[in-house]
């Protein structure tokens, strides 16, 4: 279907009528293939680095004599981090096991095999490891891999355990937020959003209250103790899969449609919010020294001041995934492009650690999922998405928020020059591929859907 806009007023008419809709669940994360890629953030303990790569290794890295110590092989990509607990590291991988092995030596301890690739990584605390898989379901074990209980979900799951006192909170496909008891596994209330939650790096808590996002393109903030939601904040319209920081009253949070916003974590709302290149998947800000390190699907590492302005930024050769982490003033993350690298405060690189493989991992849109469509009428899209969304409440109707009011193209947060001086469609708005400019000479607009 084609459409054609003679004017710009014709044209605000047509934008009007199209909206962003997801169409099918976030997929893009089970398609990964092999290649050194680096798609998770490296764990430092004791001058020892380890990072996992896409290539089924884990590295031990010596710091000091910038030197691989020792590399560990599975049977599956690795996109999670590693977990330190004592003189146990704990990687999981797309070939369903979590692996307990010797940080020191790299011999494997034991492993436990789950049903499904484990995309979110290992939490150890307590006595006690957990892991979420694919398969729907959350495990408990000791620290010598005895299974302690296990939880299903209605769904698969790609976060990371958060532990806090004796809970544990997971995201999951079926789109609730759980708070499990760690020494039963007994769901203590779930929180329903309206998509799926996806959270590699764990949820944040601070001051009695959970913070996370959800695909529904909202961001949340909920009671620890209750469930109950206390405010929720529009992200933007491709969902999120990122999760927030907090520092000092700040909440900093990177949203997938390329923006990095900060809020008043006390009341979700928006205090500055700046566009960058690219997406952001899978990233948790880093907060030091005043500045907010984020990684980009643009190839590059930003420094953000605490005001909303770039300071500089570091390019690689292929997306960032990788949440930077920061040891000895030092910033550690890994690229797309197969090299974990090492960076200064100010954005010098000192020296970088290559994986096994110089094959880049090939990434699907990250915008995949989403396709621009015509709005229905106003009776029609009433009655067929009136059961899309959640209120946002603990274990509540989900009739109260509609596709039209989570996806519509008309954002909030236009800016003056972004949106009038020029304008550009893409296909389904997700492929890249240019189909007209306002400022070209010669103007034959097509939008396709």
């Known amino acids: 279907m084609e459409f054609e806009f003679g004017d710009s007023s014709s044209f605000e008419l047509s934008m009007e009528n199209i909206e962003i809709v997801k169409t099918r669940k976030f997929d893009r994360i089970w398609n990964l293939g092999f290649g050194g890629s680096i798609t998770a953030a490296p764990v430092i303990s004791e001058n020892i680095l380890y990072f996992c790569s896409l290539d089924y290794r884990v ?48 011999k494997e301890l034991w492993r436990l095999q789950t049903g499904g690739e484990i995309f979110g990584g290992a939490r150890a605390a307590a006595g006690s490891v957990l892991v979420g898989s694919k398969d729907g379901f959350i495990y ?41 008891d760690i020494r039963t596994g007994r769901e203590k209330w779930r929180f329903k959003t309206g998509d799926e939650i996806v959270c590699r790096t764990g949820t944040e808590i601070w001051n009695g209250k959970l913070y996370f996002a959800s695909f529904d393109s909202y961001l949340y ?12 904040y529009k992200t933007g319209k491709y969902g999120n899969s990122s999760c927030p920081t907090i520092h000092g ?20 709302k928006e205090i500055w919010r700046i ?23 643009d190839s590059f590492l930003y420094a953000i001041n605490q005001n909303g302005s770039i300071l500089w930024k570091f390019r690689t050769g292929n997306s960032i995934n990788s949440t930077p982490i920061i040891f000895d003033n030092t910033l550690y993350f890994g ?26 991992v090939k990434l699907e849109p990250a915008f995949k999922v989403f396709e621009a469509q015509i709005k229905k009428d106003q009776e029609t899209e009433t009655i067929s998405s009136e059961d899309k969304y959640v209120t946002g409440k603990a274990n509540a109707d989900l009739s109260e928020y509609s596709m039209k009011s989570e996806y519509v193209t008309k954002s909030e947060y236009k800016q003056e020059s972004e949106y009038t001086t020029e304008f550009v469609i893409f296909e389904g708005a997700l492929h890249g591929e240019e189909l007209w400019n306002l400022n070209s000479e010669d103007l034959k607009p097509h939008l396709r859907i």
């Open 140 to 180: 408990c074990t000791d620290l010598e891999g005895r299974e302690k209980w296990k939880f299903r979900t209605d769904d698969a799951i790609a976060a990371k355990p958060t532990i806090h006192e004796n809970y544990v909170f997971i995201g999951s496909y079926d789109g609730n937020m759980y708070c499990l």
């Open 59 to 106: 590295y031990a890295v010596d710091l000091k004599k910038q030197g691989v110590l020792w590399i560990f092989k599975t049977d599956g990509c690795i996109a999670s981090s590693p977990e330190i607990c004592g003189d146990l590291l704990f990687v999981s991988s797309y070939d369903g096991n979590m692996y307990c092995i010797d940080k020191k030596t790299g």
């Open 335 to 360: 690229s797309y492009d197969c090299h974990l690298y090492v960076v200064s405060e100010s954005g010098e690189e000192f020296w970088q650690v290559p994986t096994s493989s110089s094959i880049q």
């Open 275 to 297: 566009k960058t290149g690219g997406a952001f998947v899978n990233q948790k800000p880093l907060v030091y020294n005043g500045s907010i390190y984020v990684g980009c699907e």
């Open 249 to 268: 009253n700040t909440l900093y949070h990177c949203i997938r449609d390329g923006f990095v916003a900060a809020l008043n974590a006390h009341n979700g």
């Open 221 to 232: 903030c909920i009671n620890i103790e209750t469930g109950k939601e206390i405010w929720r």
